[in-house]
């Protein structure tokens, strides 16, 4: 078993060797940001220091990316990301009320986690898929022309599936 503090160092050495990679290259503070992502499953404050003080950036600069897109996350997402489209189409045709099913399903709200680490729900605005509206996606799998009772049937199947084994919901 890996102890906390060798799998931290372990980290820390894989995203300091990616600065030092990317200080390279013009423009070097997105792709940091996104293997930050990927080695820490988040870009929190303390990672933004760093980032900062490495790439001569400032603090509010890079927060202002991390903030502005979705690919960034402040704190840790489950193994199974839940996104729920509220754009106007699927709003309109009840994308609301998926939302609230998986929250009461999974007893979170928007942006939270469950304590097991499994599932992370996000509301996201448009992911251009109007014409199958209502949408949601699981790990970026698109379950179009959704309703509630398909949203709990893909909890009911998949409850406790990492990433890389959760099964295609049918459109």
């Known amino acids: 078993m890996v102890s906390h503090n ?6 820390a050495s894989l995203f ?21 992502q990927r080695i820490f499953g988040c870009v929190p404050l303390e990672i933004q220091k760093i980032i900062s003080k490495e790439l001569h950036e400032s603090i509010a600069k890079i927060n202002g990316v991390v ?3 979705s690919q960034f996350s402040l704190t840790p997402k489950g193994k199974n990301t839940i ?10 045709k009840g994308s609301q009320g998926i939302l609230g099913a ?28 109007c014409g199958l509206a209502p ?12 309703n509630v009772q398909k949203a709990k049937a893909m909890l009911q199947s998949n ?11 049918v459109l």
């Not at 300091?16 to 930050?36: C, E, F, R, V």
């Not at 996104?83 to 309109?92: I, M, N």
């Not at 928007?110 to 680490?117: F, I």
Request: net charge negative; aromatic share 8%.
């Open 6 to 11: 060798r799998l931290e160092d372990e980290r």
């Open 159 to 169: 409850p406790k599936l990492p990433v890389e084994e959760t099964q295609e919901v």
């Open 102 to 129: 998986f929250t009461d399903e999974l007893k979170i709200k928007n942006g939270e986690t469950t304590k097991d680490g499994l599932y992370t729900l996000e509301a996201t605005r448009c992911i251009g898929a």
């Open 67 to 69: 903030t502005f897109y």
């Open 135 to 146: 949408v949601f996606c699981m790990n970026e799998r698109v379950c179009g022309r959704a």
């Open 83 to 92: 996104s729920v489209c509220l754009g106007t189409a699927c709003y309109v």
């Open 16 to 36: 300091y060797n990616a600065i030092s990679k990317h200080k390279q290259s013009p423009g070097p503070l997105m792709p940091t940001l996104q293997d930050a």
